[in-house]
């Protein structure tokens, strides 16, 4: 019996714009600015939606932004700045692979054989939430997480509206996050 244990920390991703921040015809791929604090009036906020303003909806926003930076550590470490690339990481993932095997005697006289079952990725057959891969899918710029959209300049500040963040995917292209079993 062998059990195998592998845990790592997620691929690496960076944290831009929704949009196309710097007009170069390109979005998504522009690194997002964090004002310094909150309050500090740098940025202007507001909700997502044509009758929303920064006026009847910026206290919102700002809370909404702040309260997502708060999760993460690349965002807060960047307050007053540029987030830098590829600064914050995927969930962790954990696995495990159990293997059975049983040595048996061979056809000749002198020689013998293994036979063995793995299950791969163990912990998945016993509770499909265990060993998964959660990770940032890859889009224009990379591996990117987004929350704001650069909406232009009002009295000579940024104006940002707060969308929810991009969530982690499942990744599932060649089963990774699933049990296999061979013998």
């Known amino acids: 019996i062998g059990l195998f244990y592998e845990g790592r920390e997620g691929k690496p991703y960076s944290w831009t714009f929704n949009n196309d921040m710097n007009g170069d015809g390109v979005a998504g791929n ?9 309050g500090s009036g740098e940025v202007l906020f507001k909700l997502p939606g044509a009758s929303n303003t920064v006026a009847n909806s910026g206290a919102a926003a700002e809370t909404k932004f702040w309260s997502i930076v708060e999760t993460s550590q690349a965002l807060r470490k960047a307050k007053g700045g540029v987030v830098e690339r590829n600064s914050e990481f995927s969930r962790f993932t954990n696995s495990f692979d159990l293997r059975f095997s049983q040595e048996v005697p061979g056809f000749f006289s002198g020689h013998k054989g293994v036979i063995a079952l793995d299950l791969l990725n163990f912990g998945n057959l016993i509770n499909r939430r265990w060993g998964r891969v959660e990770e940032i899918g890859f ?21 940002y509206t707060v969308n929810d963040p991009t969530d982690y995917a499942v990744r599932q292209v060649r089963g990774e996050s699933q049990w296999a079993a061979q013998v």
Request: glycine share 20%; proline share 3%.
């Open 30 to 38: 522009d690194l997002l600015y964090v004002p310094k604090g909150v």
């Open 139 to 159: 889009g224009t710029g990379g591996n990117v997480r987004r929350f704001v959209n650069y909406a232009g300049i009002q009295d000579g500040k940024m104006v």
